[in-house]
């Protein structure tokens, strides 16, 4: 599995930063390459005026300069309050590298954070064995589709080649940061009991599999076990926890049947389709 980094020309024009915004982008990579009213960027490391750096975090050095841009940090409510995850999809949920690879996946986020805005995301896939990972960070300002940074969605692109082991991929963790330095991570258990809110297993056929007997990293649900899916041309084992009988969840996380892990409730609707 492999994220799709965007060239930083890219990203700079798709911020009105290069040709066709209103000034020139400067390059930095310390406060001094600027103009006197101006700081050095942490984002895309380039000057922006002194009204831009609203939090320390907004700057490349962690601070805002006191001296250049005096009465900075904006005098601005206290955001004290990580970012909530709303929902989150994957599409499509299956796919194959045995004839074509690379083989694109879109993943989808709707994030809240109502002071600061939201900034950017840490996430790490799992295979079913638990014996290949990916963590992607791009999820990022500049992969918002529509809303705002205090209430929007978010959309980036990874990919799966031919050499990635087959089987169930699934998001084991995200982090959530926003402007004001504030994180929060949902491990594995937080994602499953948010529901229906989060479709985010991908199954990958592919040209090799890890069974339970080579899964020596697995670690399934105290209520769970390990089999073996057989996949692909040949039927080669593919490992996958399940719970127990008596017991429903992904086998990572199990709980009592009769036992909600959390309250229910219906999916928000799909993101909207780009402005």
């Known amino acids: 599995m492999h994220q799709m980094q965007a060239p930083l020309v890219v990203l700079l024009f798709a911020a009105g930063l290069l040709h066709g915004s209103s000034q020139e982008a400067v390059p930095c990579y310390s406060h001094a390459s600027c103009s006197d009213d101006e700081f050095c960027q942490s984002i895309y490391n380039i000057c922006k005026h002194c009204s831009n750096c609203l939090y320390d975090s907004d700057s490349a050095t962690g601070r805002c300069p006191s ?27 299956f796919v194959s590298v045995l004839e074509s690879s690379p083989v694109y996946v879109s993943i989808f986020l709707q994030v809240d954070d109502d002071i600061s805005g939201y900034q950017w995301a840490q996430v790490k896939f799992t295979t079913g064995s638990q014996a290949s990972q990916i963590q992607t960070f791009s999820v990022g300002e500049t ?125 928000p609707p799909p993101p909207p389709p780009p402005p």
């Open 143 to 267: 992969d918002l589709v529509n809303g705002t940074p205090n209430s929007g969605f978010y959309e980036t692109v990874f990919w799966f080649e031919a050499l990635d082991e087959g089987g169930l991929w699934q998001l084991s963790s995200i982090v959530l940061h926003d402007r004001a330095s504030n994180s929060r991570e949902y491990t594995r258990s937080d994602l499953y009991e948010m529901g229906p809110a989060v479709n985010s297993s991908i199954l990958v056929e592919a040209s090799s599999y890890v069974g339970c007997k080579s899964a020596s990293f697995l670690r399934c649900s105290h209520d769970g076990y390990c089999i073996d899916v057989l996949m692909g041309e040949y039927n080669e084992p593919a490992a996958q926890c399940v719970c127990l009988d008596g017991y429903h969840g992904d086998g990572l996380v199990c709980a009592p049947n009769g036992q909600p892990t959390s309250p229910p409730s219906a999916p």
């Open 67 to 93: 001296t250049r841009c005096p009465g900075t940090p904006a005098a601005m409510e206290v955001d004290s309050a990580p970012p909530d995850l709303r929902w989150l999809s994957v599409e499509p949920t």
